[in-house]
């Protein structure tokens, strides 16, 4: 059963930076686009940023400029490197595939306040 396994968030002061690792199956990183997907309390899912196989990267506008996402093939995890963080960035943070197309994990949690 494919499983993500993410971590690196916690709470933070708007302006702070936070790095999110996830762990991911070999059998799928390997030969899926990544994605790191946001979910706020009362709504949707979204994909903030995404990442190919060959290291191309997709932004929200929402985070464009202050999210970095990027991939080490040889460890199997997708990293976001989270700076410039605003209030509007809280929300449990999930990594899937770039359409999500899987089982998600348990998500890692960012809340951004003062």
């Known amino acids: 059963q494919v499983q993500f396994v993410e971590s690196g968030g916690g709470l933070v002061q708007p302006g702070g930076s936070l790095r999110l690792s996830c762990a991911a199956p070999?059998?799928?990183?390997?030969?899926?686009?990544m994605g790191w997907f946001r979910q706020a309390p009362g709504k949707q899912r979204e994909l903030v940023a995404s990442?190919?196989?060959?290291?191309?990267?997709k932004y929200a506008d929402s985070v464009k400029g202050r999210f970095t996402i990027s991939r080490d093939n040889a460890k199997n995890t997708v990293y976001l490197q989270m700076t410039t963080l605003k209030p509007e960035d809280t929300a449990m943070y999930y990594c899937?595939?770039?359409?999500?197309?899987?089982?998600w994990g348990q998500g890692t949690q960012v809340t951004v306040s003062s």
């Open positions: 899937n595939s770039a359409r999500g197309i899987f089982r």
């Open positions: 070999g059998s799928i990183f390997k030969i899926y686009d």
């Open positions: 990442v190919t196989i060959g290291g191309s990267t």
